[in-house]
């Protein structure tokens, strides 16, 4: 079967769905999980800028403009991606290749939150901010969706987008990029990294099969994907420290961000020893609890003040 991108590959199978069951389909078009990370980073990033003096009408468009944003590139890159989606178990089941919605409903559905996204950030945060979700929409799209068929590099130019909301929030909050903002988007950065590698590493050959060029697609041995998880998680530990440089976190956090660092660390290096889907579900559930905790930390930390 071919993996070749075709933009309605499930026009013949599409049944109208009650109005109720079409938002619900258009609500998982949004990828809500994904979507929950991008709501969370940029409320992180505006709260940790207005230390204490929050406009929460402007905390709120941040956040809804932000999502619509980032929910709107799921659905458009899963329209583009349906044909490779069909062929992997994990996600033929999603809304496109399932026969569950048609293209144009999805499509039109999924431009206009984008649109609605960009114009609420305009018109009611900061043009700052409008342009940055701006710029990781089109990036996500136009670089990281046609790169993953072509290119490993595909994760950093992923993980740069994943990387700019805890900014928008910043912005959102000072109208200004500053130090701290880049330290947030370099924390983010890095950190997607191994979370990423990890699941690549146990779904390899459904990528492969879909003719995704994932790096544990190339790679089967793990030799490099393995060392790279390790050096990512290594990294981690300063990047995670330079929060305290810019003095958006205290001592508190950096004893923290220790702690959570060296149990990545830990289950990196596990990975490295057992080249196992287990160690790479664990390393991948860590890093899952190891983010929030960290954004905790960094929020909640009173030696900041």
Not at 83 to 101: E, H, I, N, V, Y
Not at 129 to 147: D, E, K, N, Q, R
Not at 174 to 190: K, Q
Not at 234 to 258: C, D, E, K, Q, R
Request: proline share 5%; net charge positive; aromatic share 12%.
């Amino acid at each position: 079967m071919s993996a070749s991108p075709s933009r309605d590959i499930v026009a013949g199978r599409y049944e109208s769905v009650e109005s109720s069951a079409r938002w619900a389909l258009y609500a998982e078009l949004t990828k809500p999980g994904l979507t929950g990370l991008v709501v969370v980073t940029t409320g992180l990033g505006y709260l940790l800028a207005a230390a204490g003096s929050v406009d929460w009408w402007r905390l709120s468009l941040a956040i809804a403009g932000t999502a619509l944003v980032a929910g709107g590139a799921n659905g458009l890159n899963q329209w583009w991606e349906v044909a490779r989606d069909a062929l992997m178990k994990r996600t033929r089941d999603r809304p496109f290749p399932s026969g569950r919605l048609s293209s144009r409903g999805g499509v039109t559905f999924s431009l206009s939150i984008s649109l609605v996204g960009v114009f609420v950030l305009f018109a009611g945060v900061h043009v700052l901010a409008a342009g940055l979700a701006l710029i990781s929409w089109v990036v996500y799209l136009f670089l990281y969706t046609p790169l993953k068929p072509r290119t490993t590099l595909n994760t950093i130019v992923g993980a740069v987008c994943g990387g700019i909301p805890p900014v928008i929030g910043w912005t959102a909050a000072t109208g200004s990029l500053e130090p701290a903002a880049f330290v947030l988007f370099s924390i983010l950065f890095v950190w997607q990294i191994p979370h990423f590698l990890a699941i690549a590493w146990v779904y390899r050959d459904e990528y492969a099969g879909a003719g995704f060029r994932m790096l544990p697609v190339v790679d089967p041995a793990g030799r490099a994907t393995f060392r790279i998880v390790v050096v990512y998680c290594l990294v981690l530990l300063p990047v995670a420290y330079s929060a305290a440089l810019v003095g958006i976190s205290g001592w508190m956090y950096l004893f923290g961000s220790t702690v959570l660092g060296v149990t990545m660390l830990v289950a990196a290096l596990r990975l490295y020893r057992d080249r196992s889907a287990e160690a790479a579900r664990r390393l991948f559930l860590t890093s899952i609890a190891y983010l929030p905790l960290l954004l905790i930390l960094m929020l909640l930390d009173p030696t900041r003040l």
